[in-house]
């Protein structure tokens, strides 16, 4: 829990720092550099609504602590092993040794399993079939 919040409190020292540091860029006051950044601002925000959705996603995940990393879970017929669980992304390893990478927004849009934790009570129920195959005598 604290390597997050560290990263989310260096992001926000850095932005702070940039926004501070914009009146003394060299040309900030001329119509040319105010036009270029009005510009990257409109490309920045049409663009980045897809980034924004798994950043909070993300955060979702992270703080909310539905899932931790090393529990098994199931999502939308991926499981796996939580390996790591980042800002964007969700990284499971599955019982083959392949790293299954999925979105955070997909994760947090989806009905996932997750088979870590206990439940709380007197216990719970497990499903199984047994059978025996047609070539097993039965003596």
Do not use: C
């Not at 001329?30 to 909070?56: C, D, H, P, R, Y």
């Amino acid at each position: 829990m604290v390597a997050p919040t560290r990263r989310n409190a260096k992001v926000a020292v850095w932005l702070f720092a940039l926004t501070m540091a914009y009146p003394y860029l060299p040309g900030s006051g001329t119509e040319a550099f105010k036009g270029v950044w009005v510009l990257v601002g409109v490309m920045i925000s049409l663009s980045a609504s897809n980034l924004i959705a798994q950043a909070a996603s993300g955060l979702i995940l992270t703080y909310s602590r539905i899932y931790r990393k090393g529990e098994f879970i199931h999502v939308s017929g991926h499981e796996g092993t939580i390996t790591d669980l980042g800002m964007f992304t969700t990284r499971l390893r599955n019982g083959m040794g392949l790293e299954i990478t999925l979105p955070n927004a997909f994760v947090l849009g989806n009905v996932t399993k997750n088979y870590s934790r206990a439940v709380e009570g007197p216990g719970f129920v497990i499903d199984t079939k047994v059978t025996i195959g047609d070539d097993t005598p039965w003596r």
